[in-house]
T-cell receptor, first 109, second 115 residues
Framework: TQLLEQSPQFLSIQEGENLTVYCNSS?????LQWYRQEPGEGPVLLVT?????EVKKLKRLTFQFGDARKDSSLHITAAQPGDTGLYLC?????????FGKGTRLHILP | DAGVIQSPRHEVTEMGQEVTLRCKPI?????LFWYRQTMMRGLELLIY????????DSGMPEDRFSAKMPNASFSTLKIQPSEPRDSAVYFC?????????????FGDGTRLSIL
């Protein structure tokens, strides 16, 4: 059973379009982090969300933590080829570190 | 500033051989993590250390896997004997101890292929 479900698994869209990817769990988590991983490299932290309903913006990226702290979304506005990569969500629960399998995003120029 | 350094970057070996992966964490970071990443299973935590002491090794798949951290600046992950199903990218990450919301800094990984 996957504790963290990420959707979609794969997404390929044209440059300039908007997109949203999701991270869902049946369990409440104390905090959630989003990472981006580029080919041949390790994941790099984008943001940490802690409070239910919290919204954080990072340039064209908007992160939202669900009110019940069971889900999160990442919205990208006007996607660019540099946004291509694997987007991973990570939760902390009972001192356990759990990563989702990720959404593999490809932005076509 | 140097990030987390892993070696080797790539390793190809025959099944049954011993494999040793190495990691140098960021200076001053007290927590070190070993992960394995595959397409099927994603990124899985194998083991982590706080102040050189193993805290949670419940992710280590079996007795063929072992990890050590003899000092604050070096850790190894060893597989003996290796099997084809161990083929994956292995990542090491480090973080300051304490707040689990502090970012983990990942190395660039070791791509391991067991033939």
């Amino acid at each position: 059973t996957q504790l963290l479900e990420q959707s979609p698994q794969f997404l390929s869209i044209q440059e300039g379009e908007n997109l949203t990817v999701y991270c869902n769990s049946s369990s409440v988590f104390s905090s959630l982090q989003w990472y981006r991983q580029e080919p041949g490299e390790g994941p790099v932290l984008l943001v940490t969300v802690v409070t239910g309903g919290e919204v954080k913006k990072l340039k064209r990226l908007t992160f939202q933590f669900g009110d019940a702290r069971k889900d999160s979304s990442l919205h990208i506005t006007a996607a660019q080829p540099g946004d291509t990569g694997l987007y991973l969500c990570r939760m902390n629960r009972d001192d356990k570190i759990i990563f989702g399998k990720g959404t593999r995003l490809h932005i076509l120029p | 500033d140097a990030g987390v350094i892993q070696s080797p970057r790539h390793e190809v070996t025959e099944m049954g051989q011993e494999v040793t992966l190495r990691c140098k964490p960021i200076s001053g970071h007290n927590s070190l993590f070993w992960y394995r990443q595959t397409m099927m299973r994603g990124l899985e935590l194998l083991i982590y250390f706080n102040n050189n002491v193993p805290i949670d090794d419940s992710g280590m798949p079996e007795d063929r896997f072992s990890a050590k951290m003899p000092n604050a600046s070096f850790s190894t992950l060893k597989i003996q004997p290796s099997e084809p199903r161990d083929s994956a990218v292995y990542f090491c990450a480090s973080r300051t101890t304490g707040d689990s919301n502090q970012p983990q800094h990942f190395g660039d990984g070791t791509r391991l292929s067991i033939l």
